[in-house]
């Protein structure tokens, strides 16, 4: 994936020289996981910068760039340390074109890698979606395959509105065939649009970035358990939210219309997770077809632990599996 | 001094070399509080072609900003604004720094700047919307080159050095050419100095060399805390270990403001990176109209600052040299008056728009719940005042 | 309620010798609120401490200042002033204890006036409760009365862990009688306990803090409608949750057990908003119980809106009932 | 100059006044990288206490911290470690600043300071068990009055900051007893500088005068950026602006930095305020095990601070001396050896703990939700994996 969007960055900066990419180590190094490998060398520092370590900074002055016409890319290293700048990002980047009555755009992207799996120290596996996703004016989104990445990354820069860009960063080293030559335009979907990635009969399956593929193990192993002559092992239907905020929940809701059943999961703490809205519309939504609560699986409410403990704080497929299975079995 | 001397007195010419103000020997002056203007030294070579005719035009400006700050404070009192943010004590800064700007400059006020507002052509009534709780901007800001205002203390001093560094990625820092060379001039406070932000845009405007200029007042005070608790060496020194040369100005003698300000603006516009200017002038009135100055400073200091009045010196200035006859004042008199009316009749008038609308601009783009939640909205306020009924 | 929060503050200043105050305006000015109010004068600028103007240093050095056994008390000065401080908070005082293994403790509260009604300008009436709510090792509350301000400020106080306490600005000026004497050794309730202000058969209506007084408001708007001889207007019942992280919702579960309908209302935007929580959460609990979907009252997902909007954008007695109303006629 | 040469060379006295090192003029040294030792000065004044003996105990401290590092890095080459931070060439920065710390002071890391926690006895080990991932922290930081690793940039200074101001508030600066007044060191990079939170921390520190000592070790590079690009003047003189004085010391000068560092603390201690500390010096290894320092420095960069080695200095002045035979320095290599052996082991019986264990100190009191999903789990974790069937 890290190259997939490497390609989809190139692709953004060669079709609009407005583009530019600001971050930590993103020039030389090509940035810690090598996402703008490459960049510098081809477009100039003037377009890749390698800006002091201060992610306020970084985002503030895309702000300030984006007032004079240009269309920031951010990076910030790793998940933990956006939070330097969650001040400008809350009180200025998402409001300003509200405030401005839409005199004053931030047509921009800021990139994460996010999320755990890595064995990596503190600070460098959180999952911040739900701040963002709670802060009207921001759009939220996360790609869960090398594809998806290299086609989304392309539409965040082309929106006009400020993107939270969240990649899983485990999901890096994942490789797939992508067609190189979609653009925002030919694009056959919208950033903001969910997407069925595996259909199933029995129960729905909701989850986004780094768990899409730890989703459809899940339910590939129940697909093996189930036999010819009808026995044990639900047919589960996967479902890739891909887009955060705003939220696309009609696919879930028709899902969950035919499987009466919701299973939905993240990395982040399941308290006051993205799980707990996706559960209250659909609870309204679905009120009638629901035929077990939704579960929720999830990170713990605990601060995300030492790594080699992360396994046991991570969904894996058998905990989403024991989720579909209360799901199943209430 | 004689206000009513009417012929420049025959002094040896006054240099800007140091004030013997509070300010301190390091500051910048070149109108004393007597209203004598200095005509020697770096500085006042800098506002040589401040003649007379032009310096009328800047009391002037003084004059009238004091008014709209004076009727926006009246408007406060009588319940038409929320909240007012005087300006009381700070128009020379206000007006020499903005008036230092060019029409391609670019400048990012706090949301005390009304002054500096008045020099870009802002309407006084689109600053009134904010504080009249209609609105949360007010004007265009590229109508303008002048930003929104900024609530959170010190963000717009990042904006500006983003926006600086975008003025070089246009080439518009040094090609020599005057309709061209851009500067960028972020506003902020003695308090504002604490901020991580703050530093944060120096470290920034110093390592990319970005075409900016911090300008900080210093009212000497951050609502009830003496710049003393946010430093203890002079604010314009702050730069210094950044790489960010910098100089107090008397902020209240708005001649060597501007003349101090277009010389960091020149340097910025000509490629010679940012600079910090300290504009050493004191906040005669509350912070805003919430505020109680008595709890924190003795009347003893305001007084002592009214001496130092911002205005009156320029108008002893003008009437020393003859160039400010009773007709004048009183001609601007009037036209205060009306502008101060003008801006009554317009604050008046502004009305709050549709509650809908606070769902516009929140996207450029579509957003489905969002619009769902407006439609909502909508039906709600359709809708009488829902039934209250127990279960069907 | 400022008055009360005063006293309390008094109060634990005087139990505890280690108990101090930091924050921009609090010595001689005692807040732009008047919160502090005496104070300096009582206890000295070494126990008042008026700081330099950086929220992220108040949190910051107040970390250091718990490390060194002092129990520091953090005012912001509005909500929206607390994000320069969110990589403190977020990053290091919830995180503390858990990575010191229990070695280090951050008995801090961070008091935080939230939430609008006050006809303020921008950033001055922010509900930033669910960013905190969210991070595991805060605790949030936020007290709807004096009498219980006085209190839960002491409790807080005394708390061996991280208190964001949120005060609700708006009800600052309410008066009502006050025990002083009570103290957190004294007090019949904990910290983190929700309650029945009023009960009610029809229906649960639950909120916190500001709008409190209003969901009182609107089942006395209800009751009024009722006649003797079984005319309109619901028996709402009103349930004040005061604890915000962690959540008591038994008294919730327990009430809606009886009614079955469950109004949830909050300033902050409902999307990600404390009541997708505490719908999802209800909806698992009361799945057999729930007549009707949960219903949540709150802001719209904008930004605060310019002041003379705000009527429209906080939930009133009113839009509580259209609430109630959708609810019961579902 | 020859190694083996026994006897001090019959040369004019040493002074510290500068050197002639890339870290320019301003520099303090007392070491020169040949081995010379300055016998006079301010500075070494400062260390005239520090006698041979002393001396060979300083070089017993870097040989042993630079063994450990090394030891560390092959660890996590194999595997056993999920990552490692080196601290290759900083030895001398880090012992040098630590042994000035008397036993009430309090020191405040970043991710790098192995050594630091060294001198304040904490076990290598359990600086290990940090990256190894089975802890998050390791250690009791008021056992060893060191603080936690610190990997959010700059976020430890405000901790430091406020622990100095805790330290004031208890009455422990300026009292003249030696075994009571207490100083507080916060450690950073030359990349941190650039945060909002450390200048905040001046901030703080100047007006509040808190016994700290910031304590900034530039080693040139934040990852792949060179200190360059986060200042263009040289960093000991960023605390100028605030009212911090600041040295740039030598920082492969293991004696030049206990002087140094020494000053300041005692200036701390005795209530005379913060100073912050630049020791100049080079991050000899990669960012972590996980750079690649080829992507951004060349080679020649690395060979030309590799002749300034920290230890190999203190070695050539100890053998000039007569102070290091080999029997000395054969036995302290096997002292080496044994103590990273003895890392090693620990470091591989270093176990996880119970995963259940994660769900505690999250609060001290009691908090019912999160004993619900520790319930959840622990059900989850007896329980066979979960059955897989179809409704029921
Ligand atoms: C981040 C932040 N913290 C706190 C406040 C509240 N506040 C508003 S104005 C002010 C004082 C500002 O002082 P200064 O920077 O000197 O500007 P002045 O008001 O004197 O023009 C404070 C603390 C704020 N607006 N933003
Ligand atoms: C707030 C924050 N942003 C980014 C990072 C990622 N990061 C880790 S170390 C580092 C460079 C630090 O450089 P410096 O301060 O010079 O210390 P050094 O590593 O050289 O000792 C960066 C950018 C971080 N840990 N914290
Ligand atoms: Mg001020
Ligand atoms: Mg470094």
Known sequence: ???????????????????????????????????????????????????????????????????????????????????????????????????????????IVIRIPFGGGIGAVEHHSESPEVYFAHTPGLRVVSPATPADAFVMIQQAIASPDPVVFLEPKRRYWGKADVDLSVRPASATWDLHESRIVRPGRDITLVTYGPLVATALEAAAMAAAERSPTGGAGPDIEVIDLRTLAPLDLDPVVASVVRTGRLVIAHEAPVVHGLGAEIAAQLGEACFHHLEAPVVRVGGWAVPYPASRLEHSYLPDAERMLDGVDRALSY | MDERNDAPAAEPPHTDVTSTDTGGPDMVQLLSV????????????????????????????????????????????????????????QEAAQIGSGRALRAQDFAFPTYREHAVAWTRGVPPASILALYRGVELGGWDPDQHNFALYCLVIGSQTLHATGYAMGVQRDGAVGTGDPERDTAVVAYFGDGATSQGDVSEAFVFAASFHAPVVFFCQNNQWAISVPTS?????????????????????????????????????????????????????????????????????????????????????????????????????????????????????????????????MFQHVYAAEHAPLARELADFDAYHAGEAAPVGVPS
């Open chain 1, 1 to 107: 994936m890290a190259k997939a969007l490497n390609e989809g960055l190139r692709a953004a900066m060669d079709a609009d020289p407005r583009v530019l990419l600001l971050g930590e180590d993103i020039a030389s190094l090509g940035g810690v996981f090598r996402v703008t490998d490459g960049l510098a060398k081809d477009f100039g520092d003037d377009r890749v910068v390698d800006t002091p370590l201060a992610e306020s900074a970084i985002v503030g002055t895309a702000i300030g760039l984006a007032m004079r016409g240009y269309r920031p890319v951010c990076e910030i290293q790793f998940d933990g340390f956006v939070f330097p700048a969650f001040d400008q990002i809350t009180s200025q980047l998402s409001k300003i074109r509200n405030r401005s009555l839409g005199r004053v755009g931030a047509p």
């Open chain 2, 34 to 89: 007597d209203g004598v203007r200095a005509t020697q030294g770096h500085y006042a070579d800098l506002v040589s072609d401040i003649t007379p005719e032009v310096l009328r035009s800047r009391y002037r400006d003084l004059v009238l900003c004091r008014r709209f700050d004076d009727e926006a404070t009246a408007l406060q009192r009588q319940g038409e604004l929320g909240l007012w943010a005087g300006m009381r004590g």
């Open chain 2, 229 to 357: 608790r946010q430093s203890q060496v002079p604010l314009y020194q702050r730069g210094l270990g950044f790489g960010i040369p910098g100089v107090r100005v008397d902020g209240n003698d708005v001649l060597a403001v501007e003349a101090v300000t277009r010389a960091a603006l020149e340097r910025a516009r000509s490629g010679g990176g940012p600079m910090l200017v300290e504009a050493y002038t004191y906040r005669m009135a509350a912070h805003t109209t919430s505020d109680d100055t008595t709890r924190y400073r003795d009347a003893a200091e305001e007084q002592s600052w009214a001496q130092r009045d911002p205005i009156l010196r320029v108008r002893r200035h003008l009437q020393s040299i003859g160039e400010a006859d009773q007709d004048w004042l009183d001609a601007l008199d009037r036209e205060a008056g009306a502008l101060g009316a003008d801006i009554r009749r317009q604050c008046l008038e502004m009305r709050e728009p549709p509650a809908r609308t």
